[in-house]
């Protein structure tokens, strides 16, 4: 924790604000920072954090802080991020599944996530959140929860929520055999696709963030 025992810090490095967070409560974080921004007029003037360190808080907790900044107090979360190169041969996982040579390609062989990989569908009320990619060979059902920091990709149809770049991260992707999600969010970026037409489509379906909103291609 910090010298003076605060529970969230403020600081600002090369014109980049960057909020630090020492609490596994994301509540008292909330209450913290809305007083710290009630009482400091300086303050005021940021309309944008570029970095969010919270290493006791879950990727849920965190986007959950993001959505009390931009809803509370008009504040966007854009990170900006410091490109290393990786001298490491990734560690690569063998699917025997038919996926498609896109998400492969894309995705899957990214130097920067790990894959989680769940080998069944996920039914309501199921919640999975994790610091990578996430593949799930079957279907996501409507009131299932998917939060990603990297890529989602779903070998099936995905109905329930999808959140993945959930750290900021605008190249993440949605990807699925159709999307027909209650919501899908990638990065700050908020959409709701349009509902199950019950027809069987060829390929696979495609979101991510083109220009300033989520778009979904087909890719056969």
Same mark, same amino acid.
């Given at each position: 924790?910090? !010298?003076?025992?605060?529970?969230?810090?403020?600081?600002?490095?090369?014109s980049?604000?960057?909020?630090?967070?020492?609490?596994?409560?994301?509540?008292? !974080?909330?209450d913290?920072?809305?007083?710290? /921004?009630?009482?400091?007029?300086?303050?005021?003037?940021?309309?944008?954090?570029?970095?969010i360190?919270?290493?006791? @808080?879950?990727?849920?907790d965190?986007?959950?802080?993001?959505?009390?900044?931009?809803?509370?107090?008009?504040?966007?979360?854009?990170?900006?991020k410091?490109?290393?190169?990786?001298?490491?041969?990734?560690?690569?996982?063998?699917?025997?599944?038919?996926?498609?040579?896109?998400? &492969?390609?894309?995705?899957?062989?990214?130097?920067?996530?790990?894959?989680?990989?769940?080998?069944?569908?996920?039914?309501?009320? $199921?919640?999975?959140?994790?610091?990578?990619?996430?593949?799930?060979?079957?279907?996501?059902?409507?009131?299932?929860?998917?939060? $990603?920091?990297?890529?989602?990709?779903?070998?099936?149809? @995905?109905?329930? /929520?999808?959140? !993945?770049?959930?750290?900021?991260?605008?190249?993440?992707?949605?990807? !699925?055999?159709?999307?027909?999600?209650?919501?899908?969010?990638? $990065?700050?970026?908020?959409?709701?696709?349009? &509902?199950?037409?019950?027809?069987?489509?060829?390929?696979?379906?495609?979101?991510?963030?083109?220009? &300033?909103?989520?778009?979904?291609?087909?890719?056969?």
């Amino acid at each position: 924790m910090s !010298a003076d025992n605060e529970i969230v810090e403020l600081k600002s490095h090369n014109s980049n604000f960057i909020l630090n967070i020492f609490t596994d409560d994301y509540k008292k !974080a909330i209450d913290n920072i809305k007083q710290k /921004f009630e009482r400091g007029s300086l303050l005021k003037d940021i309309s944008v954090i570029n970095s969010i360190n919270a290493k006791d @808080l879950n990727i849920i907790d965190i986007q959950r802080i993001k959505d009390f900044l931009k809803t509370e107090l008009n504040i966007d979360y854009k990170e900006k991020k410091i490109i290393k190169k990786n001298t490491k041969e990734p560690k690569k996982e063998i699917l025997k599944e038919n996926i498609p040579k896109v998400v &492969k390609a894309d995705i899957l062989e990214d130097d920067n996530y790990k894959t989680k990989i769940i080998k069944s569908p996920l039914r309501s009320g $199921a919640s999975v959140s994790y610091d990578g990619n996430i593949l799930v060979i079957g279907d996501v059902n409507a009131g299932a929860e998917l939060i $990603a920091s990297g890529s989602i990709i779903v070998l099936g149809v @995905l109905r329930g /929520f999808a959140n !993945a770049g959930a750290k900021g991260d605008k190249k993440a992707m949605v990807i !699925a055999n159709k999307i027909v999600a209650t919501q899908l969010r990638i $990065a700050e970026f908020i959409a709701i696709p349009p &509902k199950d037409d019950k027809k069987s489509y060829s390929g696979v379906q495609m979101a991510l963030i083109k220009e &300033k909103g989520i778009e979904i291609q087909q890719v056969n």
